[in-house]
């Protein structure tokens, strides 16, 4: 079983980055996914989540992520994305995702997202 995120990187203020976490060893749709978010300064918080895909597939988000971070499936591809866009200095940070079901739970390594000019 295994979370392999990718696709962050330094951008701007105002750009873009979309992270992908691929799952392995289990089907990605049958479980809860979700992308937190850590700085040194600040405990791990949640960003985005989309329930698992028999339950409906509802998302949620972070007030301060609203309307700018998208979570989405690719269920073919047992992948889950973040689309974020506007992005902000205060969007720094390494960004994990979760699979979670039935009280298991898997995390991935993390990605590091740093927005700067």
């Known amino acids: 079983v295994q979370l392999v995120e990718s696709g962050g990187g330094s951008v701007q203020p105002g750009g873009s980055l979309r992270l992908s976490c691929a799952a392995s060893?289990?089907?990605?749709?049958?479980?809860?996914m979700s992308w937190y978010r850590q700085t040194p300064e600040k405990e791990r918080e949640l960003v985005a989540a989309a329930a698992s895909t028999s339950a409906g597939g509802t998302t949620n988000y972070a007030r301060s992520v609203k309307g700018r971070f998208t979570i989405s499936r690719d269920n073919a591809k047992n992948t889950v994305y973040l689309q974020m866009n506007s992005l902000k200095p205060e969007d720094t940070a390494v960004y994990y995702c979760?699979?979670?079901?039935?009280?298991?739970?898997?995390w991935g390594q993390g990605t590091q997202v740093t927005v700067s000019s």
């Open positions: 979760r699979a979670h079901r039935f009280g298991h739970e898997y």
């Open positions: 060893g289990f089907t990605s749709s049958n479980y809860g």
